[in-house]
Nanobody, 114 residues
Framework: QVQLVESGGGLVQPGGSLRLSCAASTSFFSNYVMGWYRQAPGKQREFVAEITNGGYRNYVDAVKGRFTISRDNAKNTVYLQMNSLKFDDSAVYYC????????WGKGTLVTVSS
């Protein structure tokens, strides 16, 4: 089980930007597929983005062109740069790590509001 700690959430106005970070406690970070899901109030958790150990990136259509996922294997950290934020992006964002199984963080809240 990998311990994941997210940070970087907060309150932002529409059109603004935030960068989420997720630090993982593992010596095998480079082996993991890392990514993000989100869950808005009253909705199911949905996939947002992932990055493989080879650097391949995958995004949900709703965030393509606005969000960028990246990873720093030296720091055991995955990032989600979120630009042009919209009201619909408001949610709790959860980091996940996938290799032999799935591990999840506790989430960080992103609120987009004017």
């Amino acid at each position: 089980q990998v311990q994941l700690v997210e940070s970087g959430g907060g309150l932002v106005q529409p059109g603004g930007s935030l960068r989420l970070s997720c630090a993982a406690s593992t010596s095998f970070f480079s082996n993991y597929v890392m990514g993000w899901y989100r869950q808005a109030p009253g909705k199911q958790r949905e996939f947002v983005a992932e990055i493989t150990n080879g650097g391949y990136r995958n995004y949900v259509d709703a965030v393509k062109g606005r969000f960028t996922i990246s990873r720093d294997n030296a720091k055991n950290t995955v990032y989600l740069q979120m630009n042009s934020l919209k009201f619909d992006d408001s949610a709790v964002y959860y980091c996940f790590a996938r290799w032999t199984g799935d591990s999840w963080g506790k989430g960080t809240l992103v609120t987009v509001s004017s």
